[in-house]
């Protein structure tokens, strides 16, 4: 909740205000490192274990720069609260004259036809109000009436016991400073910590029994929770705590709804953010899926608004969305894997005291962790399951036939190949990231001017064999059929930019930074460069949902069927020389789980 991926921020930087948001109150500096800690306590017999070290946003946009290849962001990602975020938009949207915002209502239910959606909702004082609208997008959390008033089943299931929560400020922890400057900070035990604002905001979470008289315990005493994780292996660690903002327990959770929209697949309703998915918070993919979710959603519903868009950009939404979070869903279980060699090496140990002796036994010991944490990495540096997510069979992208790169879950691949996220490359000036040419929409990315080394044609060759240009036609035929539709001309010195993004003419790029279609190799003669009008509606009407292209095929829903095996991820029972099926207790099973 307090990871701004990369992605997350180079959309606001296309939504014309990510430097703002980088300044609002709550929003780590540039300067900060993202640097997770492991340590045995914050006591007097502290010390710490490891360090997994990633590098300052300022770090991290002199490497982009340097790199600039086409396998790195616009923008490094940003440490601030989901909280300052939500706060963030809500002010840039009640300053929007075209947004209506009404807040203080509770949603009651709705009912569904052929036209729109009717809606209940209760205010304050109790009043019912109905609105009437097209379409409804229910972004109301992991319980969403929403989805339950449609019927769309969710699969999946908490984990097993349960985290209590402690959200607090603190100066004193701040001035005190253990192990200097980290972002989260892990006890061995189990319980971690996260420093929110680099200032004297702080969450904390601890392991916890779901039993509601441990949770009311619990409750009591708030504020012994961040001393016990602290104190980790040893005594709490006490400090002034100035103010205890939240205190409340919570349960990691595996879910993924069965559709993202209602009528399976094809309704007025729509699901997002917590109430299409869940899943513990390890990788940071909870909240910025659900800001992709949005970006996807929203031109989606301004085609359809506009009647411009067809029944196709409803039914893509779920084929595009929900395989990618499935995949990150997977990708959390692996990082939450990557926890338990230090939980199971404690719980085997002797005796706890092993990991705060100077001794070499000791020293040994906290060896032993930090070997495996050393060798596992950090959980917030997946650039492939962050940027690479692919529309890899999608009603509205047209198909090319070329060859899907490799996907890696570390490292983004750079492509302009339909269905991919059209990669970031700076212009010649350096600063000038290719995002910031989009249009406000649908963007033609025109590259004909641009010539490279292996250049023998350039433009598109007609049947009759003359050199022609589409663009004139290009922007006749998305006129005519009310599609908002902007032309970017690079110029001809952007050679790098173009060969980056493989050579092509002219890249169809979505509004949400995903490519349609391109077209335009350079020397090539093949059928799909002979670009007449009718060639170019038919690409059109593919993008914006009227026509199913000629290379998709319906493919079979996978079920949410993830078996995590929390002591065996990481062959932890041989890492530590364990007994076969040591540590049952941290087996958990997710199958599917059916429940509305």
Known sequence: MDNNSCHTMEILRIMGFVDEYRQQLGAVPQHSDWDTIFFNTCGAEKKLVARWHIPSNNEYRAKIHANNDGSQPAEPGQRCSQIVLEAFLKKKCLAEPLIASHFGYKFVSLEEDGEGVSATFTDMGHQEKKIRAPYLVGADGARSKVRKSVGIELQGRPLPGAFFMVHFRSKELTKLSPFGKWW?????????????????????????????????????????????????????????????????????????????????GQGRVFLGGDAAHQNPPHGGYGMNSGVEDAISLAWRLSALYKGIGGGNL????????????????????????????????????????????????????????????????????????????????SEIIVSDGTREPRFDNMRYTPSTRPGHRAPNVFLRDDQTSIVDLYGTEWSLMDFSKVKSD???????????????????????????????????????????????????????????????????????????????????RNILRIALGWKTDPGFVVGEKKELNLKINLTSIHGVEEELGLGKGHGDAFVGIFREDKRK
């Open 454 to 536: 292996s250049q023998t044609t350039n433009g598109f060759v007609s049947l009759d064999g003359e050199m022609t240009s589409p663009v004139a036609t290009f922007k006749a035929v998305a006129k005519a059929m009310q599609m908002p539709l902007t032309h970017v001309q690079l110029d001809a010195g952007e050679k790098h930019v173009k060969e980056v993004w493989e050579n092509y003419d002219y890249v169809l790029v979505r509004p949400d930074g995903y490519v349609a279609w391109r077209g335009g190799k350079e020397g090539a003669r093949d059928e799909c460069c002979e670009l007449n009008e009718g060639r170019i």
């Open 184 to 264: 989260h900070a892990f006890g061995i035990h189990g319980g971690f910590m996260i420093d929110q604002d680099d200032v004297d905001t702080y969450t904390c979470h601890e392991p916890c029994s779901a039993n509601a008289a441990a949770i009311r315990d619990l409750q009591e005493h708030p504020e012994d929770v961040p001393y016990r994780v602290l104190g980790s292996l040893g005594k709490p660690y006490k400090f002034q705590i100035d103010e205890i903002m939240l205190a409340n327990a919570w349960r990691p959770n595996f879910a993924l709804a069965d559709s993202y929209v209602s009528r399976d």
């Open 314 to 393: 409803i039914t893509s939404y779920t084929n595009e969305r929900r395989p990618n979070m499935m995949l990150r869903l997977e990708r959390c279980a692996a990082h939450i894997g990557k926890f338990t060699p230090v939980i199971m090496r404690t719980m085997m140990a002797p005796s706890t005291e092993i990991f705060l002796e100077e001794s070499e036994e000791g020293e040994k010991a906290r060896a032993e962790i930090a070997t495996h944490l050393d060798s596992v990495g950090p959980e917030n540096i997946d650039r492939g399951v962050e940027l690479d997510l692919r529309y890899l069979n």
